[in-house]
């Protein structure tokens, strides 16, 4: 299993990244991931990363269908692969339904059949047949790795179907084990195609003095746990959360290992336990740390977690 790490927040500043992106490259960590960035874009960041020396493998987990045209998400994605030298995932999903319909006056009809249309329509953009359509220039670079947001069964099974990468986001390890993976494992085989590799992104906290796991675990996660979807997903897994109560599905969130919190070498152990339970790439998220103790503190956990993860394998 690869270990790697997000920059939990939208940067205002693409300094504000350097630190991770050292980090990335001179821990043997396996990648820097960002989430869709309102302030700053998201893929310049990276580019402004490369360009300041900084070429590490990049991936986004995820960035929004319905900010951007295929062709787009395809150009930015292999100009990142250029530019850093590495393989960039491009990780895309289909955002709320109220989001999309602000964006395009109604939501769509199936956030499973649009994942499977963009996803499609991307993957043509970026291969070699010359199938008479419209279509971007050939250009030698390392290569783009399509993902998709997955959360439940009806993303997994479409993820299946078309993505290089399955990108989950606070999903426990048993669940993707027995409810994500058998259902890509089912739409791989009715496209004919091989089972996508599950990335996931965990959040986590070195056990400190002055810090409580439960409010770290709130500020890092109270929006999503505000989100049907996600407190869906969760309630899927067997835990007890509800979207109205987002303060009680922060300590479900720690009482149930979803949130890590405990010395890095204890990180570690629960880390693995998503490699043994089938995930490819596990990405560390330190979001309650940025927000509540800032930049300095949540890079030191990952140096130390990034570590642990080393000791573990030696």
Known sequence: MRVSVLYPLMPTDPESLVPFAALVRDSGAARLWQGQSLSADTQQVFAYLAGRGYRVP????VVLMPLRHPMEAA???RSLALLTGHPTVLGLGPATPDFV???HGKPYDSPRDACLAYL???RRLLGPEDDGAVRLPPLAHPGVETGLGVLRPALARAAGQVADAAISWMTPHGYVQDTLLPVMAKGAAEADRPVPRVVTVVHAAVDRP?????RLAYTAARAHLAGPHYTDMLRRAGLRVHHSRPNLGARALVDAGVFLHGTPREIAAGLAEYGRAGVDEVVVNVAGVYSDHGREDAVRDLREILTACREAES
């Open 58 to 61: 990049v991936g986004t987990s």
């Open 75 to 77: 150009i930015q994605s």
């Open 101 to 103: 319909a602000g964006l």
């Open 120 to 122: 499609r329509e991307v």
């Open 210 to 214: 002055h810090r409580n796991p439960y």
